[in-house]
């Protein structure tokens, strides 16, 4: 299986600030169709997660320009600026490049 | 507009047979591409794949479950089935069904407890 790892555990921010979140897989998530399958969620407390970027960089439909995604191969990142109190919950990274389709452990995004 | 729910029994003794339905709108799983996945989330743990349907028919799941599920989808298209046999306190969670591909439409999910 593929082996996502996601740093911090936990991340304290100021309202307004900047942060970043690191995914990184145990192989290329580069998938034989050329397309790279890592995307972002947050959950809320007591929701289902939400997408937010598919395919490393694209904004789903009603997210917020605050939100973004880089990367390539193994490593990939999810930037969020301007911290807004809507924005608090568990940030997960999911590969379906490969099967089984694994997710990251999460970063919970607290006030400090 | 895409809709999922998800539906179960809430409890279940140990050794017996979990089944759950996910009924969605908003789309058809006669859909060239379209997947549908089963995903679970102990409390306060991170989220595992179970398994995915698509519109061929064609059933994905998790080594590390295989032998316990099956996945399965309604004439019409708009169910989509998991059985997990066997189960014990470690099926406790909450199970969640995904519009798959991206998972970009969530269900909101249905608790079950594994407990004699």
């Known amino acids: 299986d593929v082996l996502m790892t996601q740093t911090p555990v936990s991340l304290p921010v100021s309202l307004g600030g900047q942060v970043s979140i690191s995914c990184r897989s145990s192989?290329?998530?580069?998938?034989?169709?050329?397309?790279?399958?890592l995307h972002w969620y947050l959950q809320k407390p007591g929701q289902s997660p939400q997408l937010l970027i598919y395919?490393?960089?694209n904004r789903f439909s009603g997210v917020p320009d605050r939100f973004s995604g880089s990367g390539s191969g193994t490593d990939f990142t999810l930037k969020i600026s301007r911290v807004e109190p809507e924005d608090l919950g568990v940030y997960y990274c999911l590969q379906s490049t490969h099967f089984p389709l694994t997710f990251g452990s999460g970063t919970k995004l607290e006030i400090k | 507009q895409v809709t999922l729910k998800e539906s179960g029994p809430g409890m279940l003794q140990p050794s017996k047979t979990l089944s759950l339905t996910c009924s969605f709108s908003?789309?058809?799983?006669?859909?060239?591409?379209?997947?549908v996945s089963w995903i679970r989330q102990p409390s306060g743990k991170s989220l595992e794949w179970l398994a995915a349907i698509d519109w061929d028919g064609d059933k994905y799941y998790n080594p590390s479950l295989k032998s316990r599920l099956t996945v399965s989808k309604d004439t019409s298209n708009t169910q989509v089935f998991l059985k997990i046999t066997s189960v014990d306190t470690a099926d406790t969670a909450t199970y969640y069904c995904?519009?798959?591909?991206?998972?970009?439409?969530w269900g909101q999910g249905v608790m079950v407890t594994v407990s004699s």
């Open positions: 908003g789309f058809s799983l006669s859909t060239s591409g379209m997947v």
């Open positions: 395919r490393v960089s």
């Open positions: 192989q290329s998530l580069v998938h034989s169709d050329g397309n790279t399958y």
């Open positions: 995904a519009r798959s591909g991206d998972f970009d439409y």
